[in-house]
């Protein structure tokens, strides 16, 4: 488990130049102390990526998910539960690129949260997968999150859903669906102009 006080991304909206595909990649900065966890998993990038994408299927080896819905191209509604307790709550894919990164934001007022997660290859062929999270509560709430032991908690959480994928994919050793897009502030990229009526993107709900 770690913890990352200062952010490594880029200040919304701002373009940063990496190694990465087209070269040009936007980052969403976690503000705050933020939980992170890495997995590595026995199969390629582009396998673990367009798994990922396939938002419908997380109730099938999540221990949490219990249920996703789109709503819209790029927010989800996700229900999320342990034992009797069930939460719904909307969240907004704010920044997309496939095989390698994809950040989000929750659209709840309270507690909000925002997230982040990495795909990259190993020396193994394999692919190592990150997942940043950021809870950030109001009022009272905001002394339970910073604590170390809430903290740990989360960690195990993330950590534990991350190992419940990681025994999904390697069991199916190829992925069930993907979705392909890039996704720039929140809007869907376009490669070419479609007629006005088309411009709805599908998205991977599998």
Do not use: C
Not at 104 to 127: D, K, V, Y
């Amino acid at each position: 488990m770690a913890y990352e006080d200062h952010a490594r991304q880029a200040v919304p909206n701002t373009p940063v130049v990496r190694p990465n595909g087209d070269g040009v990649t936007r980052r969403r900065r976690l503000r705050g102390r933020h939980v992170e966890e890495t997995v590595e998993i026995a199969v390629p990038v582009r396998t673990a990526y367009n798994q990922w994408t396939q938002f419908k299927s997380f109730p099938r080896f999540s221990a949490l998910v219990h249920g996703v819905e789109q709503i819209r191209p790029t927010v989800t509604a996700w229900t999320l539960g342990y034992g009797p307790l069930r939460r719904r709550f909307a969240v907004e894919i704010v920044e997309q690129d496939p095989d390698s990164y994809l950040a989000w934001r929750g659209l709840e007022q309270s507690p909000s949260h925002q997230g982040e997660i990495e795909f990259a290859p190993t020396e193994s062929g394999g692919t190592a997968i990150t997942v940043r999270m950021l809870l950030e509560p109001r009022g009272a709430a905001r002394i339970l999150t910073v604590s170390s032991r809430a903290a740990r908690l989360t960690a195990r959480l993330v950590h534990g859903e991350l190992m419940n994928f990681k025994r999904f994919i390697e069991g199916l050793g190829q992925e069930g669906g993907a979705w392909r897009g890039t996704i720039r502030n929140g809007r869907v990229q376009h490669d070419h102009p479609e007629p006005p009526r088309s411009r709805v993107a599908q998205w991977p709900v599998g």
